[in-house]
């Protein structure tokens, strides 16, 4: 079995930043991908992005290139989400997950973290 734990979120004021961690427990994850999601009230999971657990190669959503950046620590089995440059609208409930390819569909992910909460703002 996998347990993912997300940490790091809060409140913080538009333009402000947050690092959210997320704690792998249960197997080595090599040749996995570990990807990001995030869920505001009434909207459907949206992927965020994601990095590659085998070769570290990284992806993201075009809301969110070039302000958030994922990295990991093969070590502490730990994916980290810096967000920089945040906006009101990147509210909401964000999860890590673990899938077998690199992939936005949410069906092919086979674990997931309880989310952390991220609020901004105005």
């Known amino acids: 079995q996998v347990q993912l734990v997300e940490s790091g979120g809060g409140l913080v004021q538009a333009g402000g930043s947050l690092r959210l961690s997320c704690a792998a427990s249960?197997?080595?994850?090599?040749?996995?991908?570990m990807g990001w999601f995030r869920q505001a009230p009434g909207k459907e999971r949206e992927f965020v992005g994601g990095?590659?657990?085998?070769?570290?190669?990284?992806y993201y959503a075009n809301s969110v290139k070039g302000r958030f950046t994922i990295s990991r620590d093969n070590a502490k089995n730990t994916v980290y989400l810096q967000m920089n440059s945040l906006k009101p609208e990147d509210t909401a409930v964000y999860y890590c997950?673990?899938?077998?390819?690199?992939?936005?569909?949410?069906?092919?992910?086979?674990?997931w973290g309880q989310g952390t909460q991220v609020t901004v703002s105005s």
């Open positions: 997950a673990v899938g077998r390819e690199v992939t936005p569909s949410i069906s092919e992910y086979d674990y």
């Open positions: 249960g197997r080595t994850f090599s040749n996995y991908f």
């Open positions: 990095i590659s657990w085998s070769d570290g190669s990284t």
